[in-house]
């Protein structure tokens, strides 16, 4: 929802009874500018009308009301008049409220109706009638509701007697305070007017209006500015650009623009600021109006003195010579003042605002060689349709006050005093004021933060407006009349009180915040004794706080070592209680050496020493094994080395030196690689023998095919014959027992256990009879167990002879037999 329609509400609570009565000021912006329609019969209340003349345009109605009360006061032309009274809705040329008092209207030449809504019967009570015209007479005049504030006609009082001056200026500002502000339906405005002259080949007027609107229910308010035509009367505006538009008022064109609500400002109280419009000549093209505000305080912060430019309008006017704001005791051509001013008023035009508080200082000025108070100025404008009622004025010694809460002055024309406004901004070590009196900058040397940490004061420097100088203590600043940003920013060092802990004493000093303290690597205490910063200590320490510094030392004593042997002597430092190890081996290269001689290699240092080292001179030797053993070892020179004929891998297995010699004396690194052989254990059992052995790798053994025990006893190999050694073995070859075994004189072999069948075949008619070293009957199967000797013997067979006869007998039996069983078939 945009600011115009929220507004809208509270705007018709201010507007709509104003409205009701008709109460408009006493002079509109435009003279002629027709009222809202009035829609009343004559006949419906009684009412005082007086017909005046105006003969030139030198002349004025003056109204005298002596009646108290309110009443409308309207002035129609004749024809108009007529009209209205028959009923008919007509518009005023001029309509205002009026009670008590004395009002002036200037109008141009012609006739007039004056008519106000009261009449009692006696003329003594209104008096209307013409005078020559008077300006003093017209704004003096009394009037009930206007814009209220600091506004300017250029009439100034002294002491008693009324003298005119005239002001032309580029620029006009308007300063404000407020601390109090509570309006009436929330909705109020503080607007900066002035009168725009240009001069050329025709004279042009406008009014200039840069405007305040405050929300003040919610705190916020917004800017807008105004641009009507004075030039000529119901004139309208032309030929002008910016960032606003042309709208539209009672048939009557005006330029107004207002910031995006993007640009609404939030305000606290209290609030004061500056509203200000400057003019810019393009000869022979036109003029540059530029419409500004400046916010230095809102709430509890004070801002600098920063314009905001807002808007920026181009009035064409091709033939001109100047343009300037002109305040003056005189009319422009469309009768109005050629005034500005700083007023509160509605929010609305056409409107009033009642507040039920306001406290705030106002200030009217325009730049001349810097900016300077109007010398007068009058509490009500005569030229805007905003108004406001119930605000008193008071000049003090330096402000105008503004309030709901004062007694007002009996004079008209306030002259205004030395005004104080605050265009020295200053910045002063951090807080934000106005100076409007000299400003002594003072700054204290030193300030003690605590017992060990304090701020010495380095240098003050100052900046004006962007430009950076240095000063001393004690310089003073000057409120100016022009607008100054001022920084004054004073530059303390902060220093620390540092004490240090040598080894060797105490160091205290104030030091500088950051500053760095180089702690001494060696501390010399003679000669030969000395302190050393240990490696893990800072060396550098960076100062950000009060400290007490304890360094880490260590005491260190001059050590000699003189290194007999090869003349090397060595100087150094090294730290008390230390333990020097003094080297065991010195290496002249890699197959050289010194060895030290001695039981100890630890020194305790307790104090300078002179220390001298004896070493014995060693030579690398290298051993090679045939086993792939490499043995170095470091022997003393003349040393002799014997090798070992035997290295026994273990009980089965060694290497055997096979050379004659086995001795070497070392007087130079030596590489000794003796040819070894290598034997395995062997043990081979016979059936008549062990034998044991050391056997060369690789050596083939040969087992004997035949092992005799006796000439009739032997063994026989049953076995392979040959075995090659790559390991310790046991061998039990396979070997077969044998008897010589001789049947009839022939020898055999036979194994032990054979069995042998003793046997000769021959006929019945004999017999075979065995003799030897064993009883055995021919055709008996023996077992050989062991050496036999058997010899045949063939004798005749006693039986044969009885068996023959038997034989023969049965052999005639048998065949007599068959031939009797073949005769009896």
């Not at 024809?79 to 001029?94: C, D, K, M, R, V």
């Not at 950051?514 to 050393?532: E, H, M, V």
């Not at 630890?602 to 290298?622: A, D, H, R």
Request: with cysteine; hydrophobic share 40%.
């Amino acid at each position: 929802m945009s600011r115009e329609i929220f507004f809208l509400a509270l705007i018709i609570l201010t507007v709509i009874t104003p409205l009701s009565i008709c109460n408009f000021h006493v002079l509109q912006r435009m003279p002629g500018e027709p009222p809202p329609v009035i829609k009343t019969y004559a006949v419906a209340y009684p009412i005082f009308e007086k017909y005046v003349s105006l003969n030139n345009c030198c002349q004025e109605i003056v109204v005298q009301d002596n009646c108290p009360g309110i009443y409308c006061l309207y002035v129609f032309t004749p024809q108009t008049y007529h009209l209205w009274s028959l009923g008919h809705p007509e518009n005023a040329i001029f309509s205002t409220q009026i009670t008590k008092g004395t009002y002036v209207i200037p109008l141009n030449k012609g006739d007039y109706v004056v008519v106000i809504n009261h009449f009692l019967g006696k003329d003594s009570n209104i008096n209307v009638y013409v005078e020559a015209r008077s300006f003093c007479s017209y704004i003096m005049s009394n009037r009930l509701a206007s814009p209220k504030g600091i506004v300017s006609y250029g009439i100034y009082d002294c002491a008693g007697e009324l003298q005119n001056y005239c002001i032309r200026t580029k620029s006009i500002l308007g300063y404000f305070n407020i601390s109090c502000f509570e309006p009436k339906g929330c909705l109020a405005s503080l607007q900066l007017n002035a009168v725009l002259l240009i001069n050329g080949s025709n004279d042009y007027e406008y009014f200039l209006q840069n405007i305040i609107k405050f929300e003040n229910c919610f705190h916020w308010f917004y800017l807008e500015d105004n641009i009507w035509n004075f030039s000529s009367y119901r004139a309208n505006i032309y030929h002008v650009e910016g960032k606003g538009i042309i709208n539209s008022y009672c048939d009557r064109k005006y330029y107004c623009y207002s910031p995006p609500c993007l640009y609404d400002i939030k305000y606290s109280l209290p609030l004061a600021g500056y509203l200000i419009i400057n003019v810019t000549t393009v000869q022979g093209k036109g003029v540059y109006v530029t419409f500004g505000f400046s916010n230095i305080q809102n709430g509890q912060k004070i801002l600098p003195p920063v314009f905001t430019y807002y808007d920026k309008v181009f009035i064409s006017c091709p033939n001109v010579n100047s343009a300037c704001i002109v305040i003056k005791p005189a009319f422009t051509k469309s009768l109005n003042a050629f005034s500005a001013g700083l007023v509160f008023g509605s929010y609305e035009q056409l409107s009033t605002v009642k507040f039920n508080n306001l406290n705030s200082t106002l200030a009217l000025l325009y730049c001349n060689q810097g900016w300077k108070p109007v010398p007068s100025f009058l509490s009500y404008c005569v030229n805007s349709l905003e108004s406001a009622c119930n605000l008193d004025f008071k000049a003090g010694k330096c402000e105008i006050f503004v309030s709901t809460n004062l007694q007002c002055s009996n004079n008209l024309i306030i002259n205004m005093p030395h005004v104080s406004v605050p265009f020295t901004f200053v910045d002063y070590n951090g807080k934000a004021i106005y100076i409007q009196k000299p400003l002594n900058i003072s700054f204290p040397k030193t300030i003690y933060i605590c017992k060990y940490t304090k701020e010495c004061l380095c240098k003050i420097c100052i900046c004006i407006n962007g430009f950076r100088q240095p000063i001393e203590n004690g310089y003073i600043i000057y409120p100016k009349c022009y607008f100054n940003t001022i920084n004054i920013s004073a530059f303390y060092n902060t220093y620390y009180f540092v004490k240090i802990l040598y080894p060797n004493g105490t160091l205290c000093a104030w030091i500088l915040q950051g500053s760095k303290i180089c702690l001494p690597r060696i501390i010399q205490l003679c000669d030969l004794a000395r302190y050393l910063l240990l490696p893990e200590q800072n060396t550098t320490i960076i100062i950000t706080k009060p400290q007490i510094i304890s360094p880490k030392y260590e005491l260190q004593y001059l050590v000699n070592i003189n290194y007999v042997n090869n003349g090397t002597k060595i100087e150094e430092w090294v730290n008390n209680g230390t333990i020097i190890q003094i080297p065991k081996v010195i290496y002249i290269n890699s197959t050289a050496r010194y060895y030290l001689n001695s039981t100890t290699n630890k020194i305790v240092v307790l104090k300078p020493m002179n220390i001298s080292l004896k070493y014995e001179l060693q030579y690398l030797v290298t051993k090679y094994l045939l086993n792939g053993t490499k043995i170095e070892e470091w022997v003393n020179n003349g040393t002799i080395i014997q090798i070992p004929k035997v290295i026994y891998i273990n009980s089965t297995a060694r290497y055997y030196f096979n050379s004659t010699t086995n001795l070497f004396i070392i007087d130079s690194p030596i590489i000794i690689k003796p040819k070894y052989i290598l034997q395995y254990y062997v043990k081979i059992i016979l059936p008549n023998e062990t034998i044991e052995e050391w056997v060369k790798d690789g050596c083939v053994i040969t087992f004997p095919q035949y092992i005799y025990i006796s000439n009739c006893e032997r063994y026989v190999l049953n076995s392979t014959q040959f075995i090659i050694i790559h390991s310790p073995t046991l061998v039990k070859p396979v070997y077969i027992k044998q008897y010589l075994v001789k049947i009839n004189g022939i020898p055999y072999w036979y194994n032990e256990g054979t069995k042998l069948l003793i046997k000769i075949v021959t006929t019945p008619f004999f017999i075979v009879k065995w003799v030897g070293s064993i009883k055995v009957t021919n055709g008996e199967m023996i077992t050989i167990n062991g050496p036999l000797d058997l010899k045949a013997e063939i004798l005749i067979n006693p039986l044969f002879e009885y068996l023959g006869i038997a034989g023969i007998i049965t052999i005639i039996v048998l065949a007599i037999t068959n031939v009797i069983r073949h005769k009896s078939k």
